[in-house]
């Protein structure tokens, strides 16, 4: 019911930018608590940075201060802007989306982050 697109992944040196979109269609609502999350390999999937049904922004300690998660309601689009990123900034980075109206939990198919000089 709800589809979760992640783009703006790709290769870039250490201290460098990127900026990871999500675009959600289906049942959307803008109640919907949404968040990114990213997976190394051979590791956990663990939580970057999620957005409240109130808009407040939490952040893991690992990118506080060099993250940035915002929500356009309008577009149904969710960014990560990244900044100063590191090597173990390298992931697979994950939409995710918590629906008030379905009561589900959506997932994109992720979009890869690879931090290297």
């Known amino acids: 019911q709800v589809q979760l697109v992640e783009s703006g992944g790709g290769l870039v040196q250490p201290g460098g930018s990127l900026r990871l979109s999500c675009t959600a269609s289906g049942s959307i609502s803008g109640d919907d608590s949404m968040g990114w999350y990213r997976q190394a390999p051979g590791k956990q999937r663990e939580v970057v940075a999620y957005l409240t049904t109130s808009g407040y922004p939490n952040y893991a300690s690992k990118v506080e201060g060099r993250f940035t998660i915002s929500r356009d309601n309008a577009k149904n689009t969710l960014y990560l802007q990244m900044h100063s990123l590191k090597p173990e900034d390298t992931a697979v980075y994950y939409c995710?989306?918590?629906?008030?109206?379905?009561?589900?939990?959506?997932w994109g198919q992720g979009t890869q982050v690879t931090v290297s000089s």
């Open positions: 995710n989306l918590a629906s008030s109206v379905t009561l589900e939990l959506y």
